[in-house]
């Protein structure tokens, strides 16, 4: 019996050892569009009325087939392969875009610039199988970003009216398979093709540009300057309005609006060099 737990134990290690390997590889991916979303409004422009408070219209916000997923990421991976099929990896990768769309209604047009940069972090379970000197490798990883986002509304005729939002979570995930061909005992050139899909929702705004750039943030109300998003709003603060039946917001509170959840779902294509660390 002994023998046999022995024997057990050995095998189970040789498994393990052999095909051990370390790895470091730098990569580019491009990044394309795959299933867009109508895009979040999460605030609108505001504009004066008769007696002097500020209120939001709905200036044109709203873009159908919205996506932010398009462009070029670059990051690393460290690799660690337990045996010929079995590994894991960490990868840390960064994504930045800046685009500019046009929203249009009855009466004028608006012009919207959206930008942001992601930092993730993404840890990958790897399943692969060798072919002589190249390897297909199936992989399927968690994301964890840290993101940033700030939008602008303008129209034809004024200056942008933009808020920063607060630099939150996203998670997602992501799943691929990639090719490898080995140059070299050292060094192998592999090509990817995944899907990745990641959600961001911030949590808060702050104002950061508005009409008339001679006047700073502190100059218009707590409504104006800061938003914050929830989940259910129960009571968001308001005082009548005596010239008509309206009731008009609380210019000393922050505004509260909806949460909304910013959707990055891309096909994605990738090169990178990899290079042995050690291998057995």
């Known amino acids: 019996m002994t023998r046999k737990i022995s024997l057990i134990i050995l095998f189970v290690c040789s498994i393990s050892v052999y095909g051990e390997e370390i790895y470091f590889k730098p990569y580019i991916r491009y990044h394309l569009p795959l299933i867009t979303q109508n895009a979040p409004v999460y605030f609108n422009m505001p504009s004066y009325v008769p007696n002097g408070i500020m209120l939001l219209n709905p200036i044109p916000s709203d873009i159908e087939n919205f996506s932010l997923a398009r462009g070029f990421k670059y990051g690393a991976t460290f690799g660690y392969t337990f045996n010929d099929v079995i590994g894991v990896e960490l990868s840390s990768d960064y994504f930045s875009t800046d685009k500019t ?16 940069n992601s930092l993730n972090f993404i840890p990958t379970f790897t399943f692969s199988r060798k072919y002589f000197n190249s390897s297909v490798t199936g992989k399927i990883g968690f994301i964890t970003g840290i993101t940033g986002l700030e939008k602008s509304i303008s129209t034809e005729n004024s200056n ?65 300057r800061t938003i914050n998003y929830e989940n259910n709003i129960r009571n968001q603060q308001t005082y009548p309005d005596y010239s008509s039946t309206n009731y008009l917001p609380d210019q000393n509170s922050p505004q509260k609006r909806i949460k909304e959840t910013l959707i990055m779902n891309s096909l994605f294509l990738g090169i990178s060099l990899k290079y042995y660390i050690s291998k057995k």
């Open 101 to 116: 769309f046009t929203s249009n209604t009855s009466n004028m047009n608006g012009i919207l610039n959206w930008k942001l």
């Open 160 to 224: 942008p009216f933009s808020y920063r939002f607060d630099r939150n979570i996203s998670l997602g995930y992501t799943f691929s398979i990639e090719y490898n061909y080995k140059l070299s005992d050292k060094l192998a050139l592999a090509a990817e093709c995944g899907i990745e899909n990641t959600y961001y929702t911030p949590t808060k705004a702050e104002l950061t540009g508005y009409f008339n750039p001679d006047y700073p943030a502190d100059y218009y109300s707590t409504y104006i």
